[in-house]
Each structure stands twice: as structure tokens, then as C-alpha cells.
């Protein structure tokens, strides 16, 4: 049973940083393509970042340059660092992972494992 547990999320002022974690378990990390998302109230939920099990990234435009994706394979924990936050990045954010090769326009539907979410506020 794939398991993802999200934490790190709060509240920030615009310009400010979090750093969100991921613990999974129930399988292998480096074996899965495993990313973050994010939906703000009344939108989408869009991708953010991606980390493929070669440990190449992927990053949605907006947030390139600004957010670091990472993970840590011995301790099946998966990161995402966010600088320079601005009030657009209220939202809630999920990990998710999936078996395999990470899809080159990643939507919600490429993965089945996802974790409860944890929600990031920047005021201004």
C-alpha cells in the first residue's frame, strides 16, 4: 500500500520561503516518478514539479527559478523548497508519485498515489 504524507505547509508573508516533505512508504521511491501539485480555491489543481527516478526535475514555468524539488531515496522523503513566495502560491499542495517514467505534460490523471495535501498561505 502506497502511503504519501505531506507536512510543512503555513502561513508566510509574500517574499518568504517553505520547505514541504513528503514521507512515503510502501514502496521504493527511486523507482517512481513523484511530484508535487497544488490547487488554490476555486481552480484546477495544477502540477508544480516533478523528479523523475533518474533524479532529473521537471518544473512548471511559473515556478522555475523560485521552487526546488528534491528527494532523499534512502529516506523515501521528497521536498519541495519554495522561495520568493507570493500571494499566487496560496494553495493546497499534494504530493503524488506513480510507477515509472514521469509524463512529459503531467496532469492529475498520470498518477494514482497521492498524499492528503498541506496548505501554504502568503499574504501580503
Known amino acids: 500500500q502506497v502511503q504519501l504524507v505531506e507536512s510543512g505547509g503555513g502561513s508566510v508573508q509574500a517574499g518568504g520561503s517553505l520547505r514541504l516533505s513528503c514521507t512515503a512508504s510502501?514502496?521504493?521511491?527511486?523507482?517512481?516518478?513523484v511530484g508535487w501539485f497544488r490547487q488554490a480555491p476555486g481552480k484546477e489543481r495544477e502540477w508544480v514539479a516533478l523528479?523523475?527516478?533518474?533524479?532529473?526535475?521537471l518544473y512548471a514555468d511559473s515556478m522555475e527559478g523560485r521552487f526546488t524539488i528534491s528527494k532523499d531515496n534512502t529516506k523515501t522523503i521528497l521536498y519541495l523548497q519554495m522561495n520568493r513566495l507570493q500571494v499566487e502560491d496560496t494553495a493546497v499542495y499534494y504530493c503524488?508519485?506513480?510507477?515509472?517514467?514521469?509524463?512529459?505534460?503531467?496532469?492529475?490523471?498520470?498518477?494514482?498515489?497521492w498524499g492528503q495535501g498541506t496548505q501554504v498561505i502568503v499574504s501580503s
Open positions: 523528479i523523475a527516478n533518474d533524479g532529473r526535475t
Open positions: 510502501g514502496y521504493t521511491i527511486r523507482y517512481y516518478c
Open positions: 503524488a508519485a506513480e510507477l515509472g517514467l514521469c509524463p512529459v505534460r503531467p496532469k492529475s490523471a498520470d498518477f494514482r498515489y
